[in-house]
């Protein structure tokens, strides 16, 4: 007489946890790659926003100083404002120095250096006193008419394989007369 056993094998085999474990590895390795790229992304978007706010403060700072030309008591107004962007025109790049009590626009003889912005405090400025933020911000002008100049601001900084830049723009107006 054979008795017929039934063989229950509750165990996993070799080859059977091979497998799992493979699987498991791949899954992991796609999903670090997903969460590798969403911190990529993010970093990126953070540099952006950040260059965006700075390009933007870049025309305000023009825009202020030429309506402390125009509304406040220094002789010419408007007159003795464009002079003060002339050097800034489409092939030199200026920058704008808001250390001083007066702040004012130069001419950056070399791009990486002068017009390189500094992070002291949470503020951004050109002087070499705080940690390279990483940022450069240029400024120049097109004279559109004797009563219109065209303001670029551009900030740059390198992130990953390449340089990313943002540039804002925007006519200002001889308004009082």
């Not at 978007?45 to 406040?72: C, F, H, P, S, W």
């Not at 107004?77 to 130069?106: I, M, Q």
């Not at 390189?116 to 990483?134: C, F, P, V, W």
């Not at 303001?151 to 992130?159: A, G, K, L, N, P």
Request: hydrophobic content about 35%; aromatic content about 12%.
């Amino acid at each position: 007489m054979h008795r017929f056993f039934k063989k229950t094998n509750k165990a996993f085999t070799l080859v059977e946890t091979l497998v799992a474990i493979s699987i498991f590895t791949v899954s992991m390795l796609g999903l670090m790659a997903v969460l590798s790229q969403g911190i990529s992304d993010t970093n990126y978007a953070k540099r952006k926003i950040i260059a965006e706010y700075l390009a933007q403060e870049g025309i305000e700072y023009v825009r202020n100083m030429r309506d402390t030309y125009v509304l406040y008591t220094i002789p010419g107004g408007w007159d003795a404002f464009k002079p003060k962007l002339s050097p800034c025109g489409s092939t030199s790049e200026c920058g704008f120095d808001n250390t001083l009590l007066s702040p004012d626009v130069f001419v950056c003889a070399t791009h990486d250096e002068q017009c390189k912005l500094y992070e002291d405090n949470g503020n951004y400025n050109t002087n070499s006193l705080g940690d390279d933020s990483g940022f450069v911000r240029t400024i120049h002008t097109d004279r559109i008419s004797d009563d219109e100049i065209k303001v670029f601001s551009t900030v740059s900084w390198m992130q990953g394989s390449g340089e990313r830049s943002v540039t804002f723009s925007e006519n200002l107006f001889n308004w009082a007369e």
